[in-house]
C-alpha cells in the first residue's frame, strides 16, 4: 500500500449527492483524490466566495473525523494499520441517527447529527483506543499550536494521552464546511441551507468507516470498511 504521510480514519458520506456536492462545494474530492470546480451558476451560492469560505477544510474533504490525522509510530507501517483497520471493523457495529442538519459550530458551518449520539461517540473512542499503536507522538510545534487554542484541563489532559484534545468525552461529531466565518456567517448559512438540505440523509447512518492518508497536503480515501459487528 502506497505510504502517506498521515492517516486518518473519517466517515465518508456513500457515493451520492451529497458526497458530490461536498466534493464540488470544497473543491476536493477525497473519495476520487482530485479536484472538482467549485458550484457555478447556481442562484443561491453565485455570489458567495466559495474558494475562500471553504480554504481550510479543503484538504481533507468532506469527511466526519472518527480518529484524527497521525503519522505512524515507529515499528509500524501501513500495511499493519490496514489490517488492524479490518479487524476492528468486524466487531464495530452501524450507528443510525435521525439525520443530519447545518449548524453554526464554533465559528464555522457544519452538518451536525440530530439525536442521542451516545453510540457513535462510543464507536468513535473504541477506534481511536484500539488503534492507538499505530499513533506517533505529536511534536512539541503540534502540542503548542493545540495549547494556543486555549484548551480546558481535560482537553489538555487527553491531548497528552491520545494525541488530540477532542477525543473521548470531549468528542463532537461534524462535517466540516467552512473555515472561521466572521460577520458573513449568517449570509452564507442562508445561502448554503436550502441547496444542501434535500441532500442530507434520513436516518443518517454511519455502516463504513474509511482510512484516509494525507499526501501533497490532501487527503485521500485510501480503502472503505464496512462496519460488520
Not at 473543491?27 to 455570489?47: F, I, S, T
Amino acid at each position: 500500500m502506497t505510504e502517506y504521510d498521515r492517516y486518518a480514519i473519517y466517515y465518508l458520506p456513500d457515493p451520492g449527492p451529497l458526497a458530490d456536492f461536498g466534493a464540488s462545494w470544497l473543491g476536493w474530492d477525497v473519495q476520487l483524490g482530485r479536484p472538482v470546480d467549485h458550484p457555478v451558476g447556481h442562484p443561491d451560492l453565485g455570489a458567495l466566495p466559495i474558494a475562500h469560505l471553504t480554504a481550510t477544510p479543503r484538504k481533507y474533504g468532506l469527511h466526519g473525523t472518527i480518529k484524527p490525522p497521525f503519522r505512524l509510530a515507529e515499528g509500524t507501517d501501513a500495511a499493519g494499520l490496514a489490517q488492524a483497520m479490518e479487524r476492528l471493523c468486524t466487531g464495530l457495529a452501524r450507528v443510525e441517527l435521525p439525520g443530519l442538519a447545518l449548524n453554526r459550530l464554533g465559528g464555522f458551518l457544519a452538518l451536525r447529527p440530530t439525536g442521542d449520539q451516545t453510540r457513535l461517540a462510543a464507536m468513535a473512542a473504541q477506534v481511536v483506543m484500539e488503534l492507538d499503536a499505530f499513533r506517533a507522538p505529536p511534536t512539541e510545534a503540534e502540542i503548542a499550536r493545540r495549547q494556543a487554542n486555549g484548551l480546558s484541563p481535560r482537553q489538555a489532559e487527553l491531548l497528552e494521552r491520545w494525541g488530540y484534545p477532542y477525543v473521548m468525552d470531549q468528542f463532537h461529531f461534524h462535517i466540516t464546511l467552512t473555515g472561521r466565518l466572521g460577520d458573513e456567517a449568517a449570509g452564507v448559512e442562508e445561502a448554503l441551507r436550502p441547496v444542501i438540505t434535500p441532500l442530507l440523509p434520513t436516518p443518517f447512518r454511519v455502516d463504513t468507516l474509511c482510512l484516509c492518508g494525507e499526501r501533497e497536503g490532501r487527503f485521500h480515501l485510501i480503502h472503505r470498511y464496512t462496519l460488520s459487528g
